[in-house]
């Protein structure tokens, strides 16, 4: 039986990695985004569409779990305390194995609502695709080695750790909605700036920063996704907190080579009405797909698949979208 969507997304908000999977698959932002899936969902289908949402691949689990012991670093700090490398390492690990053991056993599949808070749903087990050399151990050093460098960058030249100390306003790790979000509005729209860290001091700066897990790019003169992305942060401090973009930068630090580099930015006013109007065009065309689903004049059938097929391998969502592309499947 072939099935129609008509609901819409739950509130009307942008972000940058909801403009990139627009562009990359049309059926994969339906299912992340439109098909009003929930965990508690009367529909079974849908309820399975909702556990799909909330798998992460190993990659990018790993990489949040360094994001979120930068965040306990960062906290400590600025309550004054002087966190050791030792201790920030002992509590990565403890996360990673409690979190590896909860997907490895598929627990997810009994608990979904623990995805997020004690456990993680990875994909390379749901789809039963772990390489066969991965270990657990390995992907807990290469971390702790992203987090050594970190905090030696951090402790060292950097200065951020005095820089968090004396702030007078700071965001780490903020929630992406709510009254205390960083954001600001297009029309009607909330664009969501999901910030690792900012750091107000009044009068002399505001500084955006955001940790990459990956290798730093090779130079370009042409603007990446990343540069998009702390664009629009810096336009949360302009726009939303009416601060000038003389005073205000943004810091890339990539922490997957073989030490932390550094890349800063800043946002003109060309470049701010440049940003501005990139998301004023995906707005638009985002509110015009909730049209359409809301006067039901597409249904999943119409939507493009990704550009390749290696793609839809990689996809959450493979099993309800092209379920020939599933290891059982495959065989």
């Excluded at 289908?45 to 798998?55: E, F």
């Excluded at 194995?97 to 627990?107: D, L």
């Excluded at 990459?212 to 907190?241: D, F, I």
């Excluded at 698949?305 to 493979?318: G, L, P, Q």
Aim: hydrophobic share 35%.
């Amino acid at each position: 039986m072939k099935r129609s969507f008509y609901t819409t997304a739950n509130g009307p908000t942008w972000s940058v990695s909801r403009d990139q999977q627009l562009q990359a698959c049309e059926r994969k932002y339906f299912f992340q985004y439109l098909s009003d899936a929930r965990i508690n969902s009367p529909d079974p289908w849908l309820r399975g569409i909702a556990l799909l949402k909330k798998l992460k691949n190993i990659p990018m689990w790993q990489g949040e779990c360094v994001h979120l012991v930068i965040a306990e670093y960062l906290n400590q700090v600025r309550q004054r305390h002087s966190p050791t490398l030792e201790n920030l390492v002992q509590s990565l690990r403890q996360r990673m194995q409690r979190e590896w053991q909860f997907s490895e056993k598929r627990r997810f599949r009994e608990e979904p609502a623990a995805v997020g808070k004690t456990g993680v749903a990875l994909f390379e087990h749901e789809y039963d695709e772990v390489p066969p050399e991965t270990s657990v151990e390995a992907l807990i050093e290469k971390a702790a080695k992203m987090t050594g460098m970190f905090h030696a960058w951090a402790e060292g030249e950097s200065g951020l750790a005095e820089q968090v100390r004396t702030a007078d306003r700071i965001w780490i790790e903020p929630p992406a909605w709510g009254a205390e979000a960083p954001g600001f509005m297009i029309e009607n729209v909330q664009v969501i700036t999901k910030v690792d860290l900012a750091l107000h001091h009044r009068g002399v700066s505001f500084t955006v920063y955001d940790w990459k897990t990956g290798k730093p790019p090779r130079e370009t003169t042409e603007p990446s996704q990343n540069e998009l992305q702390v664009s629009v942060y810096m336009l949360w401090a302009n726009r939303g907190l009416k601060l000038p973009l003389e005073g205000v930068a943004s810091r890339l630090v990539y922490l997957g080579g073989d030490q932390a580099k550094e890349l800063c930015f800043d946002l003109d006013e060309e470049r701010a009405v440049e940003t501005y109007r990139i998301i004023e065009d995906s707005v638009r065309l985002a509110q015009q797909w909730e049209s359409y689903f809301e006067k039901r004049r597409l249904k999943l059938g119409d939507l493009d698949y990704a550009a390749s097929v290696e793609e839809c391998r990689r996809c959450n969502f493979k099993r309800v979208c092209r379920a020939n592309l599933t290891p059982e499947n495959e065989l």
